[in-house]
């Protein structure tokens, strides 16, 4: 069964760097699009990173330049670099992955990990 365990979460001084993981069970995730989005308390939830199967990347503008996603197609697994965290990057992280097949949008989630920036 396909599942994705993430880890790396914790709490973090503002300025501070922390990495995310996320690791697919299978190498079915190998032709899916992976990434992490992050849902802040009262907020909706919003796409930080995404890459493609053949490494192409996108950001959230408020990370551009902070975070870098990256892909371990070997561990099926895919990794967020945080660097410069601010508070308001506190949110539930949660990895994801997803493949369009036709019409249909098949989805897996994370269980979510919890980011702290806070002094």
């Known amino acids: 069964q396909e599942q994705l365990e993430e880890s790396g979460g914790g709490l973090v001084q503002p300025g501070g760097s922390l990495t995310l993981s996320c690791a697919g069970s299978t190498s079915t995730f190998s032709s899916y699009v992976m990434g992490w989005h992050r849902q802040a308390p009262g907020k909706l939830r919003e796409v930080v990173a995404t890459?493609?199967?053949?490494?192409?990347?996108t950001y959230l503008d408020s990370v551009k330049g902070r975070f870098t996603i990256s892909r371990d197609h070997a561990k099926n697994t895919v990794y967020l670099q945080m660097n410069g965290l601010k508070p308001g990057d506190t949110a539930v992280y949660f990895c994801?992955?997803?493949?369009?097949?036709?019409?249909?949008?098949?989805?897996?989630w994370g269980q979510g990990t919890q980011v702290t920036v806070s002094s």
């Open positions: 890459v493609t199967p053949a490494d192409g990347t």
């Open positions: 994801n992955a997803y493949k369009i097949r036709g019409s249909v949008r098949d989805d897996y």
